[in-house]
């Protein structure tokens, strides 16, 4: 049975099966998003455009261009699209610099060193994507440690007088032995100041 109330909702992921998948949270992002489609909700899926995910046997196509801000720097990103099982429509961050290599989060077991700032990178990009389609979610579903600073965005540069301001979030997190846990270095570059580095901000 539908909802009566359908909602928007963006999923953000580092993960999305068949597209991209290094365990189960590809799984949930995929088999959520579609069971939110098939129940009445503009449910949206937005992933990183990996150098791994097929783009003929995706159907992945441009869709634009787009300009993300973190902190003094800026960066051009490439937006495709596709569906996921002809069902949810899936957005696609293209950036040669971070997505743009053999692995996912590692090769060889070897862990990207800078993948702090890979999806600090891509959390902010999700906002900006809402933003220039005019396509305002109700809620952003985020996984994991890799999406949750479109959390803390939302709470900062997307609380007044954004479109996002109305704009909820929720957290899952499919495993917990992955904290995400780096350098406070990385803040600046978030475009976070000592103010939000405390455990109780947020």
């Given at each position: 049975?539908?909802?009566?109330?359908?909602?928007?909702?963006?999923?953000?992921?580092?993960?999305?099966?068949?597209?991209?998948?290094?365990?189960?949270?590809?799984?949930?992002?995929?088999?959520?998003?579609?069971?939110?489609?098939?129940?009445?909700?503009?449910?949206?899926?937005?992933?990183?455009?990996?150098?791994?995910?097929?783009?003929?046997?995706?159907?992945?196509?441009?869709?634009?261009?787009?300009?993300?801000?973190?902190?003094?720097?800026?960066?051009?990103?490439?937006?495709?699209?596709?569906?996921?099982?002809?069902?949810?429509?899936?957005?696609?961050?293209?950036?040669?610099?971070?997505?743009?290599?053999?692995?996912?989060?590692?090769?060889?077991?070897?862990?990207?060193?800078?993948?702090?700032?890979?999806?600090?990178?891509?959390?902010?990009?999700?906002?900006?994507?809402?933003?220039?389609?005019?396509?305002?979610?109700?809620?952003?579903?985020v996984h994991d440690w890799q999406t949750s600073p479109v959390a803390a965005y939302l709470k900062t540069w997307d609380r007044v007088l954004s479109p996002l301001s109305a704009t909820a979030s929720v957290l899952t997190i499919h495993n917990?032995?992955?904290?995400?846990?780096?350098?406070?270095?990385?803040?600046?570059?978030?475009?976070?100041?000592?103010?939000?580095?405390?455990?109780?901000?947020?």
């Amino acid at each position: 049975m539908k909802s009566t109330s359908p909602r928007k909702i963006l999923f953000a992921a580092s993960e999305c099966a068949p597209l991209a998948k290094s365990g189960g949270l590809g799984d949930v992002v995929a088999g959520l998003a579609k069971e939110l489609k098939w129940s009445g909700h503009d449910a949206r899926i937005v992933l990183p455009l990996y150098r791994s995910i097929n783009r003929e046997k995706y159907g992945v196509n441009f869709l634009s261009s787009a300009c993300v801000h973190l902190g003094g720097w800026e960066s051009w990103i490439g937006v495709y699209e596709c569906e996921l099982d002809g069902v949810v429509p899936v957005w696609l961050v293209e950036h040669e610099h971070y997505f743009g290599r053999r692995g996912i989060y590692d090769e060889g077991s070897q862990e990207y060193g800078d993948n702090a700032y890979r999806y600090a990178f891509f959390s902010k990009a999700c906002l900006q994507l809402c933003k220039d389609f005019a396509w305002i979610p109700d809620l952003i579903h985020v996984h994991d440690w890799q999406t949750s600073p479109v959390a803390a965005y939302l709470k900062t540069w997307d609380r007044v007088l954004s479109p996002l301001s109305a704009t909820a979030s929720v957290l899952t997190i499919h495993n917990i032995g992955y904290q995400g846990v780096y350098e406070a270095g990385v803040m600046p570059f978030m475009g976070f100041g000592s103010e939000q580095f405390q455990p109780r901000i947020f």
